[in-house]
């Protein structure tokens, strides 16, 4: 008897974050799905009703009750009085951290307000022309070679999982001079040659595309500053506006990368159409093993 009040106990002094995560690993489709919004979006799910979360989750009602009764709420009111809760208790504390600059919140809130100043002035310079010409080349294009230097190869990780989802033939080479050499050496006139450069430190990335022009073979470059010698060898060119730090440059790149990856999703909707549905599939086959 004791045990079980101490279980209780520690269920009631759980916040409804902790106590999703702690069920998250077993709950059904449904349920993760309610679970990731609720994380994720608790500022709108915090104003609406059952009913208008289910629609939001493409669930019914009764399944957002049970939802909430998993994780050892009465009903969906006493877990949207929590979620109401957190809600208060942030904007009280934006409110104190406005307030308070020389403190670590407030070097978080100023970091994100100068990455927010950095994408929209990327907005403001980007050339949209350059993304159009950058997107019928993807599309026309056999394959797509990546070359990203060092502090790019996320962003190239990225941009290939993008492009898969619409069936592009993608790879990305590492930034050693063997296999950028045998990148260029195994690349066609059908193939796409695009170079992701954030520091501008890059030189060997800028001679392969300069030797792939000489062979005939399309070229690109997403860039952390239009004076990058990447950016001088490449035929396309997006690029970021220069910042002052290599991290704001890796952000910008990667807002330039998703910009272009919305760009190919309203050009070929008919590539990325059921990709999704497809991975899912994919998904619970090998999940289940069958």
Known sequence: MIAWHNIL????????????????????????????????????????????????????????????????????????????????????????????PDSVSGVVRASLGYLADAIGQARKLLNADAVVELVEKIGDARRIILLPESLGQSTAYNLVALLEQGGFLVSAASPNVNDL??????????????????????????????????????????????????????KVVLAAPSQATAGVGIVVVDALVYTLAEALRWRYPD????????????????????
């Open 9 to 100: 106990c520690y269920i009631d002094a759980m916040s409804y974050e902790e106590r999703i995560r702690e069920a998250r690993a077993g709950m059904s489709k449904s349920f993760a799905r309610l679970a990731d919004y609720l994380l994720d979006a608790y500022l709108e799910a915090a104003m609406m009703t059952a009913t208008e979360l289910a629609h939001e989750v493409d669930v019914d009602a009764a399944t957002v009750v049970r939802f909430a009764q998993h994780l050892g709420y009465s009903g969906f009111p006493e877990l949207q009085d929590e979620i109401k809760d957190k809600v208060r208790r942030d904007l009280l504390l934006k409110t104190r951290q406005d307030a308070e």
């Open 181 to 234: 050499a045998r990148a260029v050496s195994t690349a066609t006139r059908q193939d796409l040659l695009l170079a992701i450069d954030v520091s501008g430190e890059a030189p060997f990335i800028a001679r392969a595309l300069a030797e792939a022009n000489e062979l005939g073979i399309s070229t690109a470059a997403i860039v952390g500053a239009p004076s990058y010698r990447t950016a001088r060898s490449a």
């Open 271 to 290: 590539r990325f159409a059921g990709a999704s549905e497809a991975i899912e599939r994919l998904f619970d086959r090998i999940r289940v093993g069958g």
